[in-house]
T-cell receptor, first 113, second 112 residues
Framework: KAGVTQTPRYLIKTRGQQVTLSCSPI?????VSWYQQTPGQGLQFLFE???????NKGNFPGRFSGRQFSNSRSEMNVSTLELGDSALYLC????????????FGSGTQLSVL | GENVEQHPSTLSVQEGDSAVIKCTYS??????FPWYKQELGKRPQLIID?????GEKKDQRIAVTLNKTAKHFSLHITETQPEDSAVYFC???????????FGTGTSLTVIP
């Protein structure tokens, strides 16, 4: 099976722009969750989608949004980018989405200038 | 919400020695505690996990212990090897979805 695929691998944006990140889960996995990773902060939960519905949401501003398509692929959008949004964005998939092993993608490294 | 604290932030050991990383959590409802290893430039990968109905779990050189009363859990790596060098993250979860609260990570260096 192919692993979790995230595109693009790197992104450079300027403040005020918006960005869309994509994640393709492992075939058959219905849960996709997104995490922001920054040095010293660890991984912070953004949101989780299961069967096209947002099931859980972390404490991030409304500028961060996401969606999931019928094929379980997920996108994350960040509008009105700020310098502090610079981070590695990881998505993770799992089959059932209930306290189980997460399979992470390689991440999208976002730099906001 | 849940808060997970992890210590130490950095750890250096001699090859062959043991390494211990400790985490505490705040919400007694948490019932699943995984540990992830992230090598430099790579994605996090699950190395071991434990559920709240178990006190200890072992997998070869790796073990995890859980003390629900004290709300802390620990990762133990014995006979460390240079390939164990990585950042280790603990996490806790308590709901039916995949919302995990991660610690801030421990950078482990095994000195040959």
């Amino acid at each position: 099976k192919a692993g979790v695929t995230q595109t693009p691998r790197y992104l450079i944006k300027t403040r005020g722009q918006q960005v869309t990140l994509s994640c393709s889960p492992i075939s058959g996995h219905r849960s996709v969750s997104w995490y922001q990773q920054t040095p010293g902060q660890g991984l912070q939960f953004l949101f989780e989608y299961f069967s096209e519905t947002q099931r859980n949401k972390g404490n991030f501003p409304g500028r961060f949004s996401g969606r999931q398509f019928s094929n379980s692929r997920s996108e994350m959008n960040v509008s009105t980018l700020e310098l502090g949004d610079s981070a590695l964005y990881l998505c993770a998939s799992s089959s059932l989405g209930g306290n189980e092993k997460l399979f992470f993608g390689s991440g999208t490294q976002l730099s906001v200038l | 919400g849940e808060n997970v604290e992890q210590h130490p932030s950095t750890l250096s050991v001699q090859e062959g020695d043991s390494a211990v990383i400790k985490c505490t959590y705040s919400d007694s409802a948490s019932n699943y505690f995984p540990w992830y290893k992230q090598e430099l430039g790579k994605r996090p990968q699950l190395i071991i996990d434990i559920r709240s109905n178990v006190g200890e779990k072992k997998d070869q050189r790796i073990a995890v212990t859980l003390n629900k009363t004290a709300k802390h859990f620990s990762l133990h790596i014995t006979e460390t090897q240079p390939e164990d060098s990585a950042v280790y993250f603990c996490a806790a979860s308590y709901n039916t979805g995949n919302q995990f609260y991660f610690g801030t990570g421990t950078s482990l260096t095994v000195i040959p």
